[in-house]
């Protein structure tokens, strides 16, 4: 298979596959901008598209015959399957279906169109559309994990409201944001020629990334301490991405109970001084810096020597405490070209926007991910998280991406794409922030 060397698809073999759901009405319009943009485009429709859609308009809109069953002796003597798949430089299914999802990463070949995704090795690209409640079940979500760690690229889905009438997460991306988004991906898969890998997450090759994660300390005497509940899942779910993504990563952790993942740095440490001392080494020769860690804001004035006793007189005790310092800050305010690029966490349970902006601002932090702790079975211990991540954007408005709730492993993984792509490529293809849920 030829690697591209630009970003366009001028000229660029696209299988366009269209399973059933009601978005897929918007696929025409999808099929009409990639032959625009200059793409040789072949549909193949499931059986369930096609009560959504008619063929033959498809055929219309691309000039070429639509392919709907793996079973058509006609169809397989002008191209067999096979072929087909291998003709495919790029495949791109829109509307996925969470049924599709679920075949695919499965690894099923029961219709045309998922035997052609198992036979062919090019690029795989695809924009979920599906019922809110759909995309939220924890079936679908750990599908769309499966299929990212297969090499698919998921585009969306968008959030608002749906066919059916309920508000959420799970409506197809416009056809417009699809192809913009299709072209982001191959000018980044352009520039680096040499990178065989079918996988589209991002290269961190070359990167050193350090992470802070879990609770820290604050002891008051020899036996005792204040700390919060942070797990750690969230900062170790990090390191896990950035080093698959080829990154160096240093994870200075707080006291948790879980593995290091294999390839990670891992420094413990205990209290906020601790953190900060190791953060402020650490961050000299790191590109990106990423706070995760739930810092004790305070600590106690003066650790006591020996064991506090009760007192049999005394019904209080009171104890003073210090502000701890802000250990994200601190690596922040060094001038931006001596520092690394700052990706700062903040948990709210109201006005979230609002208030991770304005620390995004206060902290002098280059990226903020916002979770809203105040929903059930999301957040501090669970396994799964929503966010939204804020940057600064252009001077009317902070570029903005909304990640839907999934498993916090998915979630890092778009977390760092997203700190490696705001480093690197966003300047030179500012068009790539669009806002999305993924
Ligand atoms: O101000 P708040 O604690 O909400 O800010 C959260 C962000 O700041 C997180 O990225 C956290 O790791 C970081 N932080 C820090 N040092 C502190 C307090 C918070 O690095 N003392």
Redesign the pocket.
């Known amino acids: 298979m030829s690697q591209r060397t630009h970003a366009s698809l001028m000229g660029t073999r696209i299988l366009l596959g269209i399973s059933g759901g009601i978005a897929a009405y918007k696929s025409a319009h999808l099929a009409r901008l990639l032959k625009k943009a200059g793409a040789e485009v072949r549909v193949v429709m499931t059986e369930g598209a096609q009560a959504f859609i008619a063929p033959l308009t498809l055929q219309a809109l691309t000039g070429e015959p639509v392919r709907t069953s793996l079973l058509d002796p006609e169809a397989e003597a002008g191209m067999g399957h096979i072929e087909l798949a291998r003709w495919a430089e790029l495949i791109l299914i829109a509307p996925a279906t969470a049924d599709l999802m679920a075949r695919l990463a499965q690894g099923q070949a029961d219709d045309l169109l998922t035997t052609l995704c198992l036979a062919n090795d090019a690029q795989w690209f695809m924009a979920p559309a599906m019922n809110q409640a759909m995309w939220r079940h924890p079936a679908t979500l750990e599908n769309a994990r499966r299929l990212q760690d297969y090499g698919w690229r998921l585009l969306g889905p968008d959030a608002g409201d749906q066919a059916c009438g309920d508000v959420g997460p799970g409506r197809m991306l416009e056809p417009e944001a699809i192809v913009n988004e299709l072209l982001c991906d191959l000018s980044k898969t352009a520039s680096k020629p040499s990178d065989p890998s079918p996988n589209h997450a991002a290269d961190a090759s070359g990167l050193t990334i350090t992470i802070?994660a879990g609770p820290t300390r604050e002891p008051l005497d020899p036996v005792r301490y204040l700390s919060n509940h942070s797990s750690g899942k969230m900062g170790y779910a990090l390191a896990q991405a950035a080093v698959e993504r080829g990154a160096r990563v240093r994870l200075i952790s707080g006291p948790v109970a879980l593995e290091t993942p294999p390839g990670v740095e891992r420094v413990d440490v205990e209290s906020?001084l601790e953190m900060l001392e190791a953060a402020q080494k650490a961050a000299v020769d790191s590109d990106i810096f990423i706070?995760?860690?739930?810092?004790?804001?305070y600590r106690a004035e003066q650790i006591a020597e020996h064991k506090i006793k009760k007192s049999s007189d005394e019904d209080a005790l009171t104890l003073r405490l210090v502000k701890?310092?802000?250990?994200?800050?601190t690596i922040a305010e060094n001038a931006v070209n001596s520092r690394p690029f700052v990706v700062?966490?903040?948990?709210e349970t109201r006005d979230l926007e609002r208030y991770a902006l304005d620390?995004l601002t206060r902290?002098q932090l280059d990226m903020i991910v916002a979770n809203d702790v105040s929903q059930p079975g999301l957040g501090f211990g669970a396994d799964e998280n929503a966010a939204l991540l804020l940057w600064h954007g252009s001077e009317a408005a902070p570029g903005r991406l909304e990640l839907s709730p999934q498993p916090k492993t998915m979630l890092a993984a778009r977390i760092i794409d997203t700190a490696i792509k705001r480093l690197s490529a966003t300047d030179e293809h500012p068009s790539c922030t669009s806002s999305q849920v993924t």
């Open positions: 802070t906020a706070g995760c860690a739930a810092v004790a804001d701890n310092p802000d250990i994200i800050a700062g966490f903040a948990a620390k902290k």
